[in-house]
Each structure stands twice: as structure tokens, then as C-alpha cells.
């Protein structure tokens, strides 16, 4: 079966920096799965460079920022007084706020605490940089309707998976 809209694909997968450092991986007894045709379950990219392909289809690949987790945006560093936080605020705590533009909802880590501000930044940890990564199809399937219903791979026994 080759991998075309609304297959499921197993991949065995090495994500890193372009400094070799291991952000994610997923081994070949333990592959991880996507919906393919575009329900954002993989990077677009990838998913582009994976339609029509097989089983042991490998790919080794330097993604972009805008290809990965997009540029870095210093508009979504903010210095906000440590009163508007809780009493138990710490560094690398995480919480949900607007966007510039006010309307977008993000998640936002605090990065620093220091002279009654607290910095937070809403880019993704990974934003702005390029990532390599390589890949094997170890299996493709046609989804199930609840899959596509769904827009995501279920686990065994028609389960939602929890990555």
C-alpha cells in the first residue's frame, strides 16, 4: 500500500538539532503513527516528500524554521509584573495567554523572574532553528472512518492515542 490521503503511516524516527543533539525519537519496535492528508500530524514537508511512497521508504532531511516550528517571533516576548503571576511562579512553568494581536491563544513559558518582572515567551522552544531529520516507513494502512472522523490515528481497539 503506498501512502496517499487518509493512511495511517508507521514511522521509526530520529529528530535533532543540526548540533546532533536528540530532540525526539521514536525506534523501530516502537514506530510512532499519523493520519496522512494534511491533519497536521507531521510536518507538512514531510508529509509532501512521504506522499506516494512504501513501506521502507527512507528519508533523511534538514528542515527550515518554516518548514519545523516556524522563526522566532520577539513579539511574543513579553516583561509582565511578577504581581499579575501566583506566589509559586518558576522559571519553565507554562500557562495559556493571548497573542499580540489579542485574540490567538498560546502557550507561554516563563523564561526569567528577576527585579519584580517576569519574562514569558510564547515562540515554541524550538523556534528559529533548523532540525535534521531522518525516517523509514515501517508501515502504511488505509484509516479507519473514526480515524478520519477524528482527524487523528486511534490507539488498539479504536482508542485515541495520547501523542
Keep these: 500500500m503506498l501512502i496517499t490521503q487518509n493512511t495511517v503511516v508507521s514511522l521509526s524516527y530520529r529528530l535533532a538539532t543540526m548540533d546532533d543533539e536528540l530532540l525526539e525519537e521514536a525506534e523501530v519496535d516502537t514506530p510512532a503513527e499519523y493520519l496522512h492528508g494534511g491533519y497536521d500530524g507531521i510536518f507538512p514537508k514531510v508529509e509532501e516528500m512521504l506522499e506516494g511512497k512504501g ?81 523509514r516507513v515501517m508501515d502504511v494502512r488505509a484509516a479507519l472512518p473514526e480515524e478520519i472522523a477524528h482527524g487523528h490515528v486511534h490507539g488498539p481497539e479504536g482508542h485515541h492515542d495520547d501523542h
Excluded: M, Y
Excluded at 58 to 64: I, K, Q, R, Y
Excluded at 103 to 127: C, M, Q, R, W, Y
Design 55 to 135: 513501506i521502507g521508504t527512507e528519508l533523511d532531511v534538514v528542515l527550515e524554521p518554516d518548514d519545523a516550528f516556524g522563526d522566532f517571533d520577539a513579539n511574543l516576548l513579553r516583561v509582565e509584573a511578577l504581581s499579575e503571576f501566583p506566589a509559586e511562579i518558576e522559571i519553565g512553568q507554562q500557562f495559556e495567554g493571548h497573542t499580540g494581536d489579542g485574540e490567538h491563544l498560546s502557550i507561554f513559558t516563563v523564561t526569567d523572574i528577576a527585579d519584580g518582572k517576569v519574562v514569558v515567551d510564547g515562540n515554541h522552544p524550538l523556534a528559529g532553528q533548523r532540525l535534521h531529520l531522518t525516517c
